[in-house]
């Protein structure tokens, strides 16, 4: 595969990809019901083995966790173009500070950016698995 140039589009997908990183995890520690803009009804999560489809069902899952409030710590961005019409592939590690806990708790998480025809992406793919160990 050829090298994308500088300025090109490997820079323009690291850009969306950081950008989408900062915006998903400043809803999800502050207004968590509002992620589900983010996804469609084809969307689909795979939560610590659990698959849940479409966006009300994702909603209701990620709106119901067992706990109020967390900070997410991301300690790596990894992003490449994927073939899928100008998606985006993001590969998120990090910790989850939950309120009132003393450790940190590690994670790992995938997601597959699709764009749209107004110019906005939505996660098609969300892949989440606390890191134990």
Avoid: W
């Avoid at 589900?36 to 990620?62: A, C, N, R």
């Avoid at 490449?80 to 998606?87: E, H, K, T």
């Avoid at 699709?114 to 939505?122: A, E, L």
């Amino acid at each position: 595969m050829e090298r994308v140039e500088k300025g090109g589009m490997e820079d323009q997908v690291e850009i969306v990809a950081r950008a989408f990183v900062d915006h998903y995890y400043h809803l999800f520690d502050n207004n968590r019901p509002s992620l589900s803009s983010l996804y469609q009804h084809t969307s689909m999560l795979t939560f610590e083995g659990q698959k849940i489809l479409g966006v009300d069902d994702i909603s209701k899952k990620l709106t119901h966790l067992p706990f109020d409030h967390c900070k997410h710590f991301i300690s790596t961005i990894d992003c490449q173009p994927s073939p899928l019409a100008g998606g985006i592939l993001v590969f998120v590690s990090g910790y989850i500070q939950l309120l009132g806990e003393e450790h940190q708790l590690r994670f790992s998480q995938m997601f597959q950016l699709v764009p749209m025809p107004q110019g906005s992406f939505f996660i098609q793919n969300d892949i989440f698995r606390l890191n134990y160990g």
